[in-house]
């Protein structure tokens, strides 16, 4: 019991980098339509090494479908409870996310 506790908290100060490594960068009451091309630009930048530190997360942990699922789960939720609207959820998350559970 105490080795899935362990795993479990991996995954979620996983989430929890991720998570603040995005709102230093967007803020929830950004639209994602009307981005000037600067904070495109270091969005497109964000996400970017997020999906690198998450290739190198998958690689190294190897998290089980629960352990992808709890990742995405916590941030997805995290971010709707902060206010994020889903449109900027699926801009940014989501191709980090689609790498994750690939």
Do not use: C
């Amino acid at each position: 019991m105490f080795f899935l506790t362990k795993i479990n908290k991996r995954h979620d100060d996983f989430a929890a980098n991720l998570l603040n490594r995005f709102q230093q960068v967007v803020q929830p009451d950004m639209k994602a339509t009307k981005l000037d091309k600067s904070t495109r630009k270091k969005i497109d930048k964000l996400i970017q090494s997020m999906i690198r530190q998450t290739m190198e997360y998958k690689q190294e942990y190897k998290p089980g479908i629960y352990g992808k699922a709890r990742i995405n789960n916590t941030i997805m939720w995290e971010l709707k409870e902060k206010g994020y609207s889903e449109e900027l959820i699926n801009l940014a998350i989501a191709p980090v996310l689609d790498v994750l559970t690939k």
